[in-house]
Every structure is written in C-alpha cells, then in structure tokens.
Nanobody, 127 residues
Framework: QKQLVESGGGSVHPGDSLTLSCVVS????????MGWFRQDPGKEREGIICITESEDIKYSSDSLKGRFTISRDNTKNTVFLQMDNLQSEDTGLYVC????????????????????WGKGTLVAVSS
C-alpha cells in the first residue's frame, strides 16, 4: 500500500522558519518526482515547489526562491521542504504527492494519481 505522510507544520510568526517532511512507503521514492502543494479552503490545490527524480527543481513563482528549499533523501524515502522567512500568505495545508518519473510539469496537481497524495500538514503564520 502506497502512503505519504507529512509532518512538521505548526503555528509560527512572520519571519520564522519551518521544515516539513514527507515520508513515503510502499514504493521507492527514487523513481518518482515529488511535489509540495498548498490547499487553501475553497480553492484549487496549488503546486508550490517540486523536485523530479533527476533532482530538477521547479518553483511556482520566483518569489519563493531564496525562501523555500526542497530536497530529497531517497535512502530515507523522504522529501523535505525548508521554509524560511514565512509570511502570512504562506498559511495553508501543505500536501505532498508523488508521480512516477516526470509527466509534464511536476507542479501540476492533475499529473498525480489520486492515491499518491498525503493528507497534509497545516502551516499557520500569524502575528
């Protein structure tokens, strides 16, 4: 059974940092592109940042470069999202997902099968 389990979310102040983790089981992560998505209430799931199986990284916007860092440890079947200088607009449910290989843009949630998503970890940034 394929599973993805996120952790590391929390309530923080603007300017703080968080590191999210997504541990996968039931498949070998090294063959998969991994994406982090944000799910806001009443909105479509949005791709934030992703890393392909060959470690190419895509950002949803240039404003995230220098603040968000994605990395993967295939030996631990874990993908990480380091988030620095968090702002209120970063608040949301962060969900990781996996796709075999690279199918189109790894930022597109439509390119991931339904059973390849975690349940998410909540990040709340407020003063």
């Amino acid at each position: 059974q394929k599973q993805l389990v996120e952790s590391g979310g929390g309530s923080v102040h603007p300017g703080d940092s968080l590191t999210l983790s997504c541990v996968v089981s039931g498949f070998k992560m090294e063959y998969y592109s991994m994406g982090w998505f944000r799910q806001d209430p009443g909105k479509e799931r949005e791709g934030i940042i992703c890393i392909t199986e060959s470690e190419d990284i895509k950002y949803s916007s240039d404003s995230l470069k220098g603040r968000f860092t994605i990395s993967r440890d295939n030996t631990k079947n874990t993908v990480f999202l380091q988030m620095d200088n968090l702002q209120s607009e970063d608040t949301g449910l962060y969900v990781c997902a996996a796709q075999y290989g690279t199918v189109g843009s790894c930022l597109n949630p439509g390119h991931y099968y339904n059973n390849m998503w975690g349940k998410g970890t909540l990040v709340a940034v407020s003063s």
